[in-house]
């Protein structure tokens, strides 16, 4: 989801709080103070003589809509008035609990399917503040095997979802498509085949744990274990590359991140560290997949 969404956010929550605080403390009171005028005027003016001539209940009603009149706010105060909590509860939700976003790739098959619907804890790797980003409570660090939401670092306006693989300070090899971190062969068990319907292609499903996390990867054994690298990224002499695939030294504050569906991800690999001020979350749960309901629930 795009930083402009919480930008537009802010901006109306901001708007719309300035104009909520104009009414409670200097609108309303003079609202106020003009039905109690109005009302006093209808008394004096014609209050005696509607109940005279109409009875009680019609001088009831037109003193109701004499003081109705006066109290009307206009359109752009009954508005702001009206939307600022709502704005403010989902300004809070997005920015400190949980934030949904929606799943645009394969990258990150089998476990997250295109359309999945996730929500992102917020507070898993510390209190932000909105829009700034800046980390004023921590709570703790990525750990491998988390699924992480974070910024694109080629282009922060745009996030992405891949799994944490290093963690800062990790050696980190991918070579022959089979990872090894810190010299430790992470192990591997073949479960079959898993048949994309988008790609209407086979790949190799196997079975993997990182930090204690169990998840399913995909592998095409067919496809070339090469990596072709952007020209440039930062920190890019941590990285070595060669035909059989990459090695790189996570630097300090950064994070090496991978996808699932390990043939068809652009990830670290490719682009390069995740910085740890483009941290947006941690992915949790599936709150819905209009194709597929039974997708509903954690996927760890």
């Known amino acids: 989801m795009s930083l402009n969404f919480a930008l537009i956010l802010f901006v109306l929550l901001i708007v719309t709080g300035i104009v909520w605080s ?29 109940r005279a001539s109409s009875g009680q209940a019609e001088a009831t009603r037109r003193r109701q809509e004499v003081v109705d009149r006066a109290a009307k706010m206009p359109w752009w105060v009954e508005y702001s008035v ?7 509860f989902v ?8 934030e949904p976003f929606r ?18 804890n917020k507070f898993s790797y510390g209190v932000r503040l909105p829009i700034i980003d800046k980390k004023i409570i921590p709570v703790s660090d990525p750990k491998r ?14 996030d992405y979802i891949k799994r944490v693989v290093g963690v800062p300070g990790d050696e980190v090899a991918y070579l022959n498509k089979r990872l090894t971190i810190n010299g430790q062969a992470v192990p591997t068990v073949s479960k079959g085949e898993y048949f994309d319907p988008d790609r209407v292609s086979y790949a190799g499903l196997f079975g993997e744990t990182l930090g204690g996390v169990p998840h399913e990867i995909l592998i095409e054994e067919r496809r070339p274990a090469e990596v072709e690298p ?57 709150w819905m997949n209009f ?10």
């Open 291 to 300: 194709g597929d309901l039974k997708r509903i629930g954690r996927f760890h």
């Open 145 to 158: 095997g988390d699924v992480m939401v974070f910024r694109y670092p080629a282009d922060p306006q745009v």
């Open 82 to 88: 009206s939307f600022f909590p709502v704005i403010l």
């Open 230 to 286: 952007f020209p440039s990224f930062p920190n890019k002499d941590q990285c070595t590359y060669s035909r059989e695939g990459v090695r790189c030294k996570v630097p300090a504050g950064s994070y090496f991140m991978m996808g699932d569906n390990r043939d068809n991800s652009a990830d670290s690999r490719y682009w390069g560290f995740v910085p740890e001020a483009n941290i947006v979350g941690k992915a949790f749960f599936v």
């Open 91 to 98: 300004f809070a939700l997005r920015s400190f609990v949980v």
């Open 22 to 50: 104009l009414d409670r403390w200097s609108l309303r009171p003079a609202r106020q103070a003009r039905m109690n005028a109005a009302a006093a005027d209808f008394d004096r003016q014609q209050g005696d003589a509607i």
């Open 103 to 120: 799943i645009p790739s394969g990258s990150m098959m089998p476990t997250l399917q295109i359309g999945d619907l996730i929500l992102v």
